[in-house]
């Protein structure tokens, strides 16, 4: 059964820093990992997709890793703003089965200080 | 491009009523899954239907049910609700193959009074 966790599950920095959200799983059998954003009471907003055979993704100032024979990946957030702040999530996407295709971890939740 | 959109934003419901969610994917995108998610548990997979077939299914009780129509809008269905059933539930749709990008809607909070 794949298992994906997030530390830390909160996190509060002063604007401008850089930061660092980390996400491991168990099974390294995974077709790609994805992380999401998600504001209070709303869906998911998709930020990077890395598929299974790449290295790393990026997208203006984020920066998504993935080392899957280690089964890790990070979110690198450069220069935060108060805007950022929101719980960040991310997902495996697995072979299906009872835990579907998309296996979540509990979400680092960020807040970002002016 | 229009993106996921789902249908009631907001629900309040009695315990042993019943519910339907809608679920509209992206044009051209074959593939929906639905989740729960509450505080307690994070986001649990419900089940996941392709062209109209369930493909996946969740380890929640038979009260959970779903379906897929030709135009691949999905609704999802929860009879004799219970007070446990309070949750956002969220819909994912994505072209279907296993390396695709899921898009989730704005999900549908349900309370059960």
């Known amino acids: 059964k794949q298992e994906v966790t997030q530390i830390p599950a909160a996190l509060s920095v002063p604007e401008g820093e850089n930061l660092v959200l980390n996400c491991s799983f168990t099974d390294s059998a995974i077709y790609n990992l994805q992380w999401f954003r998600q504001d209070p009471g709303k869906g998911l907003t998709s930020l990077l997709l890395i598929q299974s055979s790449q290295r790393e993704q990026t997208s203006g100032r984020l920066n998504a890793s993935l080392d899957k024979s280690s089964g890790r990946s990070t979110l690198y957030i450069a220069a935060s703003q108060p805007g950022d702040s929101a719980t960040y999530l991310c997902a495996v996407r697995n072979y299906g089965g009872s835990q579907g295709n998309l296996i979540f971890g509990k979400g680092t939740k960020l807040s970002v200080k002016p | 491009k229009a993106g996921v959109t789902q249908t009631p934003r907001y629900l309040i419901k009695t315990r042993g009523q019943q519910v339907t969610l809608s679920c509209s994917p992206i044009?051209?995108?074959?593939?929906v899954s639905w989740y729960q998610q509450t505080p307690g548990q994070g986001l649990q997979f419900l089940f996941e239907?392709?062209?109209?077939?369930?493909?996946n299914k969740g380890n929640f009780p038979g009260r959970f049910s779903g379906r897929q129509f030709s135009n691949s809008r999905s609704e999802m269905n929860v009879s004799t609700l219970e007070l446990g059933d309070s949750a956002l539930y969220l819909c994912?749709?994505?072209?279907?193959?296993?390396?695709?990008?899921?898009?989730f809607g704005q999900g549908t909070r349900l309370t059960v009074v």
């Open positions: 044009s051209g995108h074959r593939s």
């Open positions: 994912a749709s994505s072209f279907g193959q296993a390396n695709t990008e899921a898009f």
């Open positions: 239907y392709f062209s109209e077939t369930q493909r």
